[in-house]
Nanobody, 123 residues
Framework: QVQLVESGGGLVQAGGSLRLSCAASGRTFSSYAMGWFRQAPGKEREFMAAIHWNGRDTYSADSVKGRFTISRDNAKNTVYLHMNSLKPEDAAVYYC????????????????WGQGTQVTVSS
């Protein structure tokens, strides 16, 4: 298993950018595919993007394609979510998660979760 800690959230104006980071502990990080989800108040957890353990294969939800990009650095045990052109509706708690399945876009596919980081977008 891996332990995950997200960071990088905060308050940003609409149209701005943020980079979220997720640091993993454990020697097996490179054997997990990683994903990012978000959850707004009163809504279900929503898939954003996932990346294969090879670091090359990725896919994203249609709602954020062209604006959000996932990447990873296995040497640093870190996965990133680069978010551009942020909108007020992107405000949510963002979670990273680890899975042994790829592709995987539903929460039940993921075995380890971070505690989340809050993203707030002002209009």
């Amino acid at each position: 298993q891996v332990q995950l800690v997200e960071s990088g959230g905060g308050l940003v104006q609409a149209g701005g950018s943020l980079r979220l980071s997720c640091a993993a502990s454990g020697r097996t990080f490179s054997s997990y595919a990683m994903g990012w989800f978000r959850q707004a108040p009163g809504k279900e957890r929503e898939f954003m993007a996932a990346i294969h353990w090879n670091g090359r294969d990725t896919y994203s939800a249609d709602s954020v394609k062209g604006r959000f990009t996932i990447s990873r650095d296995n040497a640093k045990n870190t996965v990133y979510l680069h978010m551009n052109s942020l909108k007020p509706e992107d405000a949510a708690v963002y979670y990273c998660a680890a899975t042994t399945t790829y592709p995987a876009s539903t929460p039940r596919d993921y075995v380890n979760w971070g505690q989340g980081t809050q993203v707030t977008v002002s209009s």
